[in-house]
């Protein structure tokens, strides 16, 4: 267990520019997590839904708020969202808030997985209640 600080990320987008900007989005976090971000610990990509396929949503961390602040002024976020703008209908919605973080001991001695993970996302009147993430096969 480890206090952490982060954001999930709404985003809409244009109708037919989702494999775009999905594009746009891996790079992105590649970079984050390549070193020019300092301690951005965690970053996923929600896929759209059926039900909502030009809705893509993002969960980001990192290890203090300051260093998400830093991330908000980083050239890396300037530049995804000088390319990803024009494919958004509309501007981000972020939550940002502190956090609880677990992870899974043997993953995370693994170290970065970048592979397909399903997440559950629960959202209730009383606001964001909570984010779990297992790790599954893919289908």
Not at 54 to 59: E, K, L, M, V
Not at 76 to 97: C, R, T, Y
Not at 110 to 128: E, K, W
């Amino acid at each position: 267990m480890a206090e952490r600080y982060g954001i999930i990320v709404t985003l809409k987008v244009k109708e037919g520019k989702m494999e775009e900007l999905l594009e746009l989005s891996k790079g992105h976090f590649l970079r984050q997590h390549d070193g020019r971000e300092p301690n951005a610990t965690l970053a996923s990509i929600v896929m759209p839904l059926p039900d909502d396929p030009n809705t893509i949503r993002y969960f980001e961390q990192w290890v203090s708020k300051e260093d998400y602040e830093l991330h908000s002024n980083h050239e890396n976020l300037q530049f995804f969202f000088g390319k990803a703008g024009p494919l958004l209908d509309g501007a981000p919605v972020i939550v940002e808030a502190p956090m609880i973080h677990y992870a899974n001991r043997e993953l995370r001695a693994a170290g970065p997985i970048n592979q397909m993970r399903y997440n559950v996302f629960l959202d209730c009147s009383i606001g964001l209640v909570g984010w779990y993430s297992r790790a599954a096969q893919k289908c």
